[in-house]
């Protein structure tokens, strides 16, 4: 509250409030909308939801079992984690999950790109529910090593517990033809719209309900097809660069009428 009331009077104090009230605004997802008007003041009738693009040039779908062999993996059950390894991603959610799984007869890989002040953390948590030699963690990976893992995938974990914007490894994954188990986080249900069908969702921070979805998916393969299929078609319409740019231009457009008509700044 004490942070609320400083930045209240800061903007005030600074004329913040009635500099940014007439401008053209933008944020990447409708979850972000709302706070972002309030926090800054401004008009809901100016505001723009332009929603993050990726290349799907680069992150496009490729054979399971090429990527694979390129990698030097077996042919078991992949899921895999990336981002940035600390608590709030959840991904000690996504190794619970893992022996979850093998606790009920189901082997399965869980690989795990990316770095973070809590690898060390991670690593002693595989150890100590031994699944170590299940778990490969690959440090963080160039988009052409990123993309094959995500293309050799079962499916793409994202356990995150945070109320996420806008994230990109959704996006990655879904645009490669993987299928999305996510946490129901933030703009997560903005991108898996049509849960069980363009993807999966399940409660942030429960390992049961993750390792449950990742049961389900390896045991259904007409559920793995569909949310393949719909996922990335999802992607593929609303998500690319050249979406994301388009809305853009779009926006400043609009934002550079109103400047030469002298409503805006």
Request: glycine share 8%; aromatic share 6%.
């Amino acid at each position: 509250m004490k942070g609320l009331i400083w930045m209240l009077g800061v903007w005030f104090q600074s004329d913040q409030v009635y500099r940014f009230r007439p401008c053209i605004w933008m944020v990447p997802s409708r979850q972000e909308f709302d706070s972002t008007r309030r926090s800054h003041f401004l008009k809901r009738d100016l505001g723009y939801v332009v929603p993050n693009g990726i290349d799907t040039s680069v992150f496009t779908p490729r054979s399971r079992e090429s990527s694979r062999t390129e990698l030097g993996l077996d042919d078991l059950p992949l899921f895999v984690c990336a981002g940035r390894l600390d608590m709030s991603k959840g991904t000690r959610h996504a190794i619970r999950a893992l022996a979850l799984l093998r606790d009920r007869g189901c082997r399965a890989r869980l690989a795990i790109l990316g770095s973070g002040p809590d690898r060390e953390a991670l690593e002693a948590l595989t150890r100590e529910l031994g699944v170590e030699q299940g778990v490969l963690f690959t440090g963080p990976q160039p988009h052409h090593v990123l993309t094959r893992y995500l293309t050799a995938a079962d499916a793409f974990l994202f356990p995150s517990e945070l109320n996420e914007a806008a994230p990109q490894a959704p996006l990655q994954a879904l645009a490669c033809g993987t299928p999305l188990i996510a946490s129901r986080v933030g703009s997560v249900p903005e991108l898996v719209d049509r849960p069980g069908e363009n993807g999966l969702l399940v409660t942030a921070g429960d390992p049961e309900s993750l390792a449950s979805a990742m049961e389900h998916l390896l045991r259904d393969a007409k559920l793995w097809e569909r949310l393949s299929r719909s996922g990335l078609a999802r992607v593929r319409g609303e998500y690319t660069l050249e979406a994301m740019i388009e809305r853009t231009v779009a926006v400043y457009e609009i934002a550079s009428k109103r400047l030469r008509s002298g409503r805006a700044e």
